[in-house]
């Protein structure tokens, strides 16, 4: 990259500008901490990948530790409690990547010894700022016992919600752990004033929306246009889109409900414990035969799939469900969203009502139907929102915007951790 000059923006980062718009003058050494990390699914793994990754371009020295979720035959053992897996280490991307063994699982907390050993190796000698990614109870519960000596940023994707026991049984690690942060991120601007953990930190609360690459989605490979051809010639017309993991927050149940009331096929695209439950509910309901489940896609079918689409049904539940990324896909895609009202979550602010989608009351299927009808009929009303769609997803939520941002803030710890002032 041609540096072309050096600047001093007003959180005190020094950065080199040049066509490209942004390059770091000396590289961070940073460390995020995640659950997993793809090919693993998930919001939360998809974001750290993007981040991480993006800081790599942007010039910083960046790696990863997380849990490996795969065994040695290669298989998925995330939601198994006895299912082993081994310590790996791999470069994605430019991204130094630790796969941490586990041995077991319970009530969603991975037993995992090795992340202790890793942790302790961790020093300002090689370190320059730990990024934890949560929920994330095996990292957190790391942190609170062994207390780095590290400037600290939490980023707080969600409350733990329905895991009442292991709500409760993190609830002290979590406040030590964010007493000690420096900064604790939200991925939207209002998920803070919902949560009850949030409200003691709001002198450390700064929102930091999660981006994505927006390239493959805006400018679609060839494969991808032939696989979105091939969606339609499979499916036909309307096409409703799900998009995610199979876990009770997605509200998928009101999705099937919502079928019984509109035209076309509804395509679920993800894995999760919930299959075979959801299975059995759309047989009951008289509709498995207009549900299509397609599992995990590579990247081009699952663009082609959001370019076939009518409209993005993303019928979530619970403030769990804290953004929604695949929200961001499908509009980058210009695919209009139906997405739900959950109050503090940032699911309504990142596709709003009338303007890049429709959004419903939460679990109201006939709503949701109604929405799904409406968009079916009106053409006009559906280019138009998917138009505006992609332009709030170029403006707002590409994965270089996010990144600058976030190498902003670690500069403005640093620099407050050197003069000593409060935070």
Not at 116 to 123: K, N, W, Y
Not at 245 to 266: C, D, F, M, Q
Not at 297 to 316: D, I, K, M, N, Q
Request: net charge positive.
């Amino acid at each position: 990259m041609a540096l072309t000059g050096t600047t001093t923006d007003s959180r005190g980062v020094q950065a080199s500008s040049s066509r490209n718009g942004f390059a770091l003058q000396k590289p961070l050494r940073i460390c995020h901490l995640g659950k997993f990390y793809p090919p693993a699914a998930g919001g939360i793994e998809t974001h750290v990948q993007t981040l991480a990754r993006t800081q790599a371009e942007l010039g910083a020295k960046v790696q990863v530790i997380c849990v490996n979720h795969l065994d040695a035959r290669g298989r998925d053992v995330t939601w198994q409690v006895l299912g082993r897996t081994s310590m790996r280490r791999e470069c994605d991307a430019g991204v130094d990547l630790l796969r941490c063994g586990r041995w077991g699982n319970l009530a969603r907390l991975d037993l995992c010894p090795a992340v202790f050993t890793v942790l302790r190796r961790l020093s300002p000698e090689n370190t320059d700022v730990l990024h934890l990614h949560t929920p994330n109870p095996t990292m957190l519960l790391a942190l609170a016992v062994l207390s780095p000596r590290l400037p600290l940023v939490v980023t707080h994707h969600s409350d733990v919600i329905r895991q009442r026991f292991l709500g409760k049984l993190i609830r002290p690690f979590e406040h030590r752990v964010y007493s000690q942060a420096s900064r604790v991120l939200t991925t939207s601007p209002c998920y803070a004033n919902g949560s009850e953990l949030l409200h003691d930190y709001q002198d450390r609360v700064e929102p930091l929306p999660l981006g994505i690459d927006l390239e493959p989605f805006l400018h679609p490979s060839a494969a991808a246009f032939e696989a979105a051809a091939r969606w339609r010639n499979c499916f036909g017309w309307p096409i409703w889109l799900s998009v995610g993991r199979l876990i009770y927050y997605k509200g998928l149940s009101t999705g099937l409900k919502a079928l019984r009331h509109v035209p076309g096929t509804y395509v679920i695209i993800g894995t999760g414990p919930l299959r075979a439950k959801l299975e059995a509910e759309a047989k009951s309901l008289g509709v498995a035969d207009r549900v299509a489940w397609l599992g995990e896609l590579p990247r081009e079918e699952l663009v082609g799939a959001y370019h076939a689409a009518t409209a993005l049904w993303f019928p979530s539940c619970a403030r769990s469900e804290g953004f929604g990324l695949v929200q961001v896909e499908a509009m980058a895609s210009g695919c209009p969203v139906i997405n739900t009202a959950i109050p503090h979550s940032g699911v309504p602010w990142v596709s709003r009502h009338e303007e890049t989608g429709l959004t419903i009351p939460v679990g109201d299927s006939d709503a949701l139907a109604e929405a799904a009808r409406r968009l079916h009929e009106d053409e006009e009303l559906r280019r138009h929102l998917g138009q505006q769609a992609r332009q709030r997803a170029i403006e707002q939520f590409s994965a270089r915007r996010m990144a600058e941002k976030s190498l902003r803030i670690y500069a403005a710890v640093l620099a407050s951790n050197r003069s000593g002032k409060a935070l």
